[in-house]
């Protein structure tokens, strides 16, 4: 099979699809991979590097986008709309819930498309959960670098120090991101509280966190209660393939004190927030009701080579089963990568994406019934 790894164009989006070893695994299993000369510069792979393993450097994105799989790190942009076509398998990262515009060009143009954030493994989301980790983990140094009082923050210093109490952090979900969000966040010397609606859940993370992190049961009230005391806001919640669902109302935004900082992870599904709105890595935050809001829809983007080697380490496996067994092989021999097709032959066929969207679900054909679950 001939794989494309095209250079990312999304705004401050400096990560790969594939690193020069994963080239060479595929190369070794018979393949010819295409990479777009330039692709890995961002994070820190030479076109010569990729050559030496065996990869065809093309300058041209057409050339790349003209392979059979094309795998990607965020979602196409409009500039690559042309690229997509019927007999064209994409796979990469999609968040179509929130990109009304992108899931019609690929139900128009036929695409198969399977997204990262739904393929799922043993209950989990493998291919989600490594950037959802780093997200979670660089939250909390985003937010403590805009509490600084010449970012317009608080001036509110998150460990505090002797005889300063330290600040309070709030955390919406305690997911993947939301773990490694409320880990960092302890480990400074914060008192934070995760609200979270599963009690086994919960019960987790009171036994994996340190005792500086509390949880606490998700509802209007709690969240409110807690937003008032709050000098950091961590939003992330997460229903797979579905729209993230606004927990956070304007109304209840004004109850936080001027100067805090919310980071909105879920932007990529939404934004868990009245207020969100996506920014991107060149211009990432803006002031609403008196917070400043973070909401950049590729984070993980920032520590691209970390990013990178996490997330192709994870996909690997994946592409190669594609490659060796062509798609519908490859559909059928694994359910989790099945799950992840949200469209195909012009449908959508996964059901979170078509309720999100307001669109037609059609059974998903190769098993998987369009549901994943939580990471």
């Known amino acids: 099979m001939i794989i494309g790894i095209p250079k990312e164009v999304k705004t401050g989006e400096l990560r790969v699809a594939c690193t020069p070893a994963g080239v060479r695994h595929l190369v070794a299993g018979g393949h010819r991979v295409f990479v777009q000369k330039g692709a890995g510069e961002g994070s820190g792979f030479s076109d010569e590097a990729f050559m030496k393993a065996g990869a065809e450097v093309l300058p041209e994105a057409e050339d790349v986008w003209a392979a059979e799989l094309v795998v990607k790190v965020k979602e196409p942009v409009a500039d690559e709309y042309p690229f997509l076509r019927e007999d064209l398998l994409l796979f990469a990262f999609l968040h179509l819930a929130a990109l009304p515009g992108l899931a019609g060009a690929l139900l128009q143009r036929g695409v198969s498309a399977i997204a990262y954030e739904t393929v799922s493994a043993g209950g989990g989301l493998p291919l989600l959960a490594p950037m959802s980790e780093i997200a979670g983990r660089m939250s909390v140094m985003a937010g403590a670098f805009y509490l600084a009082a010449h970012f317009g923050g608080s001036g509110r210093l998150l460990s505090g120090v002797p005889g300063v109490l330290p600040g309070n952090v709030v955390v919406l979900g305690g997911g993947s991101a939301g773990m490694e969000a409320a880990r960092v966040a302890g480990a400074l010397g914060a008192r934070v509280t995760v609200v979270e609606r599963d009690r086994e859940r919960m019960r987790f993370l009171d036994t994996a966190l340190g005792a500086n992190v509390r949880t606490l049961f998700s509802n209007d009230q709690h969240i409110v209660e807690e937003l008032a005391v709050a000098d950091l806001l961590v939003g992330a919640v997460l229903v797979p393939g579905a729209s993230a669902p606004k927990l956070v109302g304007r109304e209840m935004l004004r109850s936080m004190r001027p100067g805090s900082v919310f980071i909105d992870i879920s932007i990529d599904q939404g934004g868990c927030s009245e207020t969100s709105r996506p920014t991107t890595h060149e211009d990432p935050v803006y002031r609403e009701e008196g917070v400043l809001h973070y ?70 054909p190769f098993g998987a019934d369009g549901h994943a679950s939580a990471s």
């Open 295 to 364: 909401c950049v829809t590729n984070m993980p983007g920032a520590f691209a080579r970390t990013s990178t080697e996490a997330l192709a380490g994870s996909t690997l496996p994946y592409v190669r089963a594609i490659a060796d067994s062509g798609f519908k092989g490859a559909m059928r021999g694994m359910p989790g990568l099945a799950e992840g097709l949200n469209t195909w032959r012009g449908r959508v066929t996964n059901r979170a994406v078509a309720e999100s969207l307001g669109m037609e679900y059609r059974r998903n």
